[in-house]
């Protein structure tokens, strides 16, 4: 028998998970419905460096990302629990004029030859979802294993829903401007890199980045604009390493451990948090769109979704 809800919250990754926390930290009855577990989630295989990235729109997004930043620097002092950790690296060939607004807030940040240096949350995203269900458990929300068809299955059974299927979206609203950006990575043994490193020219298929997780070191990347190919491509793997080994000269030996692929959840339009009325009388908020950002923009877009809850 399903437990009694106010709320649903369709997905069940990192925006779909924080959304519902905030909910039910608010006193309200929450579930997660998700097709997949979180760790299966295209959330779990994101690299994951806070930074405002392929995310759109430009003038909403620095508010949302300096909220989300906050929250995991509180969150980086206990990271064994939850995954989150302050580290310092460098974006190769990045200025602080050519960013927005936000980057003046940006505490730590330098310009060097190489680029900016600066010291930001990296997040052990498989450790840091599930602390994220851990911390919705204590607050009563309730996650369940559900393939929705359709938005009305939970509004039948709460009077709000709240979308956050990601790519799922374009079949579920059904919106027709999200569309898949497909990232490839390989995680390698670590050398003993301690600091992140990424260079990325948003108008590239193909970008270089190293973040040292406590699994491995995270070998990246690409963004490969409607590409729904889920496996790993054995040549782009190759490349990705190759690439990184011209930054770390010692990744070129390191042992592979894991090929991983994650399916970028974008919207041509930009992230979409909006509220509508549904035919039987209950309400749909949506949240998703985040593109290659969705760990950068988390809560701030949890927090501006909550709000249309009520």
């Known amino acids: 028998m399903s437990t009694v809800a106010d709320v649903i919250v369709v997905g069940g990754g990192i925006s779909g ?40 729109p430009e003038e909403q997004v620095g508010a949302w990302s300096l909220e989300t930043l906050r929250v995991y620097e509180e969150l ?16 190769g060939g990045e200025r602080l004029a050519a960013l927005g607004p936000w980057a003046r807030e940006l505490r730590t ?57 990601g790519l799922g979206a374009r079949e579920l609203v059904p919106d027709p401007l999200v569309r898949p950006v497909r990232g490839q990575l ?7 890199i301690e600091e992140w490193f990424t260079r990325a020219d948003p108008a590239a298929s193909a970008t270089t980045y190293l973040f040292p997780q406590p699994f491995g070191l995270v070998l990246g990347g690409t963004a490969e604009v409607d590409d729904p190919r889920a496996e790993p491509d054995d040549r782009t793997a190759r490349e990705i390493v ?26 041509d339009a930009g992230v979409r948090i909006e509220a509508e009325d549904l035919p039987g009388g209950g309400l749909l908020v949506h949240n998703y769109g985040h593109g290659g950002a969705g760990v950068t923009v988390a809560r701030g877009c949890a927090r501006a979704a909550a709000r249309l809850v009520g």
Not at 242 to 267: D, K, Y
Request: hydrophobic share 50%; glycine share 8%; with cysteine.
């Open 186 to 192: 390989v995680v390698v043994e670590n050398p003993g």
């Open 76 to 91: 980086a002092a206990d990271p064994s629990a939850t995954g989150v950790r302050l580290v310092t690296g460098v974006h």
């Open 109 to 165: 940040a330098s310009e060097v030859a190489e680029g900016l240096r600066v010291t930001l949350p990296l997040i052990d995203m498989p450790a840091h979802l599930r602390w994220l269900e851990g911390r919705l458990a204590a607050a009563g929300g309730v996650v369940e294993r559900r393939t929705v068809r359709g938005f009305a299955e939970a509004a039948a059974e709460a009077r709000v829903v709240v979308n956050c299927t």
């Open 242 to 267: 190759a690439r990184c080994a011209r930054v770390r000269p010692e990744i070129a030996g390191a042992r592979i451990i894991a090929h991983r692929v994650g399916l970028r959840p974008a919207r």
């Open 17 to 56: 998970l924080t959304t519902a926390l905030l909910l039910a930290e608010r006193g309200l009855r929450v579930r997660v419905w998700s097709r997949d577990p979180a760790g299966a989630t295209t959330s779990a295989v994101a690299g994951a460096l806070w930074w405002p990235y392929r995310i759109e």
